[in-house]
């Protein structure tokens, strides 16, 4: 049984995008979502907890706006882990994140995004603009986040193996590129 996302039960506070809640974030960087500091799991914490246990499932069926949030980045959980795999330490990963988020962000119904048909198309261009940015605060959030728990204290000490070993596991063998 899939792990869905708890945020399904909560109103978005940040509205909806392409069907997916903008829900509140610990800390805040610049994007729609709205910030809440004294919030103790948001949904990128949900997601990085729940990554290890969905991405043994061959499919994902979202109950709701959040699982949509919860699909996205757990995606891109994967694809963090793909370049981790090839980094020597935790200075390299961030390196590699950083060319990561460099990248273009693919939003649904872009040719390159791999499960478009979860979501609703937009129906303007300032929705599909603020999806790009949304999806960007989400990738920069996960990273953040990401990386110390992959990587020990030491800057120079290799990755955590039992989070490693998910690289080479894609999530709905549909990575993002």
């Known amino acids: ?24 974030l610990r800390s805040c960087i610049a994007g729609p979502a709205p910030e809440a500091p004294e919030l103790g799991e948001d949904i990128v914490d949900e997601a990085i907890d729940k990554f290890k246990a969905n991405v043994m499932f061959r499919n994902f069926k979202p109950e709701g706006p959040a699982d949509l949030v919860h699909l996205y980045l757990l995606l891109y959980i994967h694809q963090c882990l793909q370049r981790f795999d090839k980094c020597e330490n935790k200075r390299k990963a961030q390196e590699a994140v950083n060319e990561l988020l460099a990248l ?46 992959v990587y020990d204290a030491a800057p120079d000490q290799t990755g955590d193996k039992w989070w490693l070993c998910f690289a080479k596991r894609a999530f709905l063998k549909k990575p993002l590129k």
Not at 4 to 23: C, I, Q, R, T
Not at 112 to 141: G, H
């Open 1 to 24: 049984m899939v792990y869905h996302s708890k945020w399904n039960k909560e109103d978005p506070a940040g509205g909806f995008l392409m069907g997916m809640g903008v829900y509140p």
């Open 104 to 149: 273009k962000v693919l939003v649904p119904f872009d040719s390159e995004f791999p499960v478009s048909p979860l979501y609703t198309q937009s129906t303007s261009a300032s929705e599909k603009r603020d999806t790009v940015k949304y999806f960007a605060q989400l990738r920069r959030e996960a990273s953040l986040r990401l990386i110390p728990i």
